[in-house]
């Protein structure tokens, strides 16, 4: 599996490269959030929500299978379950419903928590039971902070985590944090990567290991 970090919360996940592999895009963004937008071929594309930095379907090429609302898909040996959650700590009464992405792809479970706003409650954890590469928002504002983020890895535990939707130089989106915060709040110490290239095997089996990818 290779996964690549495009900026904000788009993610590009393939299960091997070349012609015959499957690729899985996360929250592609609008160039308005002063990042170079996503503009490549991929066969799934996911949506936590219906925000211009997250929704931006229409950058990507080729004829994508769009997922945008909870529930179970099976696509291309790909399994993706939507689960419901919200976008603030108020059960959506400030910025709405948030969708949490499973997805189960070249024999690794990956979870990609969109701008979740809340810690998990036991539900959600248990769809989520089992996550080998967590895909997490540590920036705050409109997302969990680097402590609630620290938390909810607590709550999930994961072998990998990947911190996402943070400040990174060029970004238009106000109020967010960088990244370091969140790596002093989990006390790991990071491995810093172009790309990340693991395959199930290779997954650390005691401690978690933190991950964060350059754009």
């Given at each position: ?113 969109g701008d979740l706003g809340h810690i998990l409650n036991t539900k959600q954890l248990e ?69 990340l290239k693991i395959s199930k095997k290779d997954l650390p089996q005691e401690d978690t ?7």
């Amino acid at each position: 599996m290779i996964i690549t970090y495009i900026g904000h919360s788009c993610f590009k996940i393939q299960d091997k490269t070349g012609s015959e592999g499957v690729t899985v895009v996360t929250d592609p963004f609008d160039k308005k959030i002063g990042l170079k937008a996503p503009n490549f071929e991929a066969d799934i594309v996911t949506v936590s929500h219906d925000h211009y930095d997250h929704n931006n379907v229409g950058a990507i090429r080729g004829n994508p299978f769009i997922i945008d609302t909870a529930g179970e898909y099976d696509k291309k040996d790909v399994a993706v379950q939507g689960i419901d959650s919200y976008h603030d700590a108020k059960e959506g009464a400030e910025r709405g419903k948030n969708i949490i992405y499973r997805i189960d792809i070249d024999d690794i479970s990956v979870a990609h928590l969109g701008d979740l706003g809340h810690i998990l409650n036991t539900k959600q954890l248990e769809r989520l039971e089992g996550t080998d590469i967590l895909l997490i928002p540590v920036g705050g504002k409109y997302t969990i902070d680097a402590k609630k983020a620290a938390e909810v890895v607590g709550q999930i535990e994961p072998r990998i985590v990947i911190p996402m939707h943070y400040n990174v130089k060029g970004l238009k989106v106000d109020g967010l944090d960088g990244v370091d915060k969140f790596v002093k709040e989990i006390g790991l110490k990071p491995t810093y990567e172009d790309k990340l290239k693991i395959s199930k095997k290779d997954l650390p089996q005691e401690d978690t290991e933190l991950v964060i990818l350059q754009i």
